[in-house]
């Protein structure tokens, strides 16, 4: 499993994500992208114990995660599985361990893809850009989600792959769930409690506006491109879905129905 970290300026942080990250079952390998940060986000990460790549001007959050994917590729083996990926947030200092919830689910074999879905007080609010991606991924897919743009999630590299290249800036989770759920991946949203420092800026709390934008940008591109579920696949998923299981299907039943279909 390699946990990867996109980070910009949260040098007061990262070294406690980073060790908070060792006590995620499977995870061996932390990749820490330093997006031109300004500070000592790389060294702090690198005193960690991290695999620090820079970026030598801040290139975006979707480019410093492709980043992050295509080392994590390079470390692994050449006779082995490929590892997990899981996407964390760089300010989330000692609650990183909440990601085990999603590392256990992907580690089972019962989905592609665990989005981190929050508690409290956080799930009830929703930004507009966070409402309008909710709607986009019902209609291209027919999946209600309530953590539209989760920026924490554990994937295999078949899933991830799917959805490369990434969308850019903020339209970057919507895009990356419909790409997934149009190509037959599934995707489950589970509880976690992570709590935010406020110092990763990239999640875009103060720049609403460009995330707005950007959401819509993507949702426009994935229609132009008629990016979505058939519809027959979407209204039945839709009529049979429940809350905290996979959507459309447990990825192993999905496989199942393949070798059936091979066997035929």
Known sequence: MAAIIAAHNVGHDIATTVRSCRAIPGVDLIVVVDDGSDDDTGHQARLAGAVVVRHSVPRGRASARETGVKVAAMRDRADGPQRLLLF?????????????????????????????????????????????????????????????????????????????????????????????????????????????SGADESLGFLNRKQRYADVLWTIANRRLRRVHLPVSVRRQAARQQVEGQPYPQPAAARDADLLSGDAQ
Do not use: K, Q
């Not at 989005?115 to 019902?138: F, K, M």
């Open 88 to 196: 964390l947030s760089a300010d989330v200092g000692e609650s990183a361990v909440e990601a085990s919830t999603l590392v256990e689910a992907v580690m089972s074999g019962e989905v592609d893809c665990a989005v981190a879905a929050p508690v409290g007080l956080e799930a009830e609010r929703r930004s507009l850009a966070a409402n309008l991606a909710a709607a986009a991924i019902r209609r291209a897919t027919g999946w209600e989600c309530r953590a539209s743009l989760s920026e924490m999630r554990c994937f295999t590299r078949e899933a991830l792959n799917t959805a490369m290249p990434f969308a850019n800036g903020y339209g970057l989770e919507v895009g990356m769930t419909i790409d997934m759920l149009s190509a037959g991946m599934s995707i489950v949203e589970l509880p976690c409690s992570f709590t935010h």
